[in-house]
């Protein structure tokens, strides 16, 4: 089966702090990574699709110079949060579609990973 | 704007009982249905999903669901769970844009089977 991996799984930064969170896709090319956030007890929410050799797309109410995607290879997505605030504390979610499978492919999440800002 | 509303947010069921979980949508045009699943401690899945067809979906595990137009349903239901379905369960929806990465979800349900 095609495998996601996060990492970290789970850090603690000081406020005004930037973090990064890494996401691969360990056996598959993924073109698109999309990035989700999740509160407690909330459902996942889109925050910006990853697509490689460019720009991301960013959902609307994400600020892009807040939460910075890089998306290097066909098989690493970066998501960047700077200076980070205690409001950024959440989980962070990515998923990846495997390269050739057209929109409609299936995605693949990774195991998450969580954001404790002091 | 679109969304999806999961009306169970905690179930607890005996093993061998009957799962049905609830699930609607707002959106009034064509739509891609999912639903997803999150064992302790591993990373969501895909059960299974409707694109179009036969609105009965089958998926794995023994799970289906039906997609109820008129109701803007997409109910998930197995006629028998077993403890290992303890789990997350996550309705998403997308829109007939087919970008299966664009997707709304809901609120997710706790599903708690005792042995």
């Known amino acids: 089966g095609a495998v996601v991996s996060q990492h970290p799984s789970w850090v603690i930064c000081k406020s005004g702090t930037s973090v990064k969170i890494e996401c691969r896709s360990l056996d598959f090319q993924a073109t698109t990574m999309f990035w989700y956030r999740q509160f407690p007890k909330q459902s996942l929410m889109l925050m910006a699709t990853?697509?490689?050799?460019?720009?991301?797309?960013?959902e609307q109410g994400v600020e892009k110079d807040k939460f910075l995607i890089n998306h290097a290879s066909l098989t690493l997505s970066t998501l960047t949060v700077t200076s980070a605030h205690p409001e950024d504390s959440s989980f962070y979610i990515c998923s990846a579609r495997r390269t050739g499978t057209g929109s409609a492919g299936e995605l693949f999440f990774g195991e998450g990973s969580r954001l404790t800002v002091l | 704007a679109q969304s999806v509303s999961q009306h169970n947010h905690h179930v607890i069921l005996s093993e061998a009982a009957s799962l049905e979980l609830g699930c609607n949508y707002s959106y009034g045009g064509t739509v891609n249905l999912f639903w997803y699943v999150q064992y302790p401690g591993q990373h969501l899945q895909l059960l299974l999903k409707y694109f179009s067809g036969d609105p009965l979906v089958k998926g794995i595990k023994g799970f289906e669901a039906e997609f109820i137009k008129s109701k803007f349903s997409f109910n998930l239901r197995k006629p028998s769970v077993q403890w290992s379905d303890t789990a997350e369960y996550f309705c998403a929806v997308n829109h007939g844009s087919g970008n299966t990465g664009k997707l709304i979800f809901g609120q997710g349900t706790t599903l708690q089977v005792k042995p």
């Open positions: 990853s697509n490689e050799g460019s720009k991301a797309t960013y």
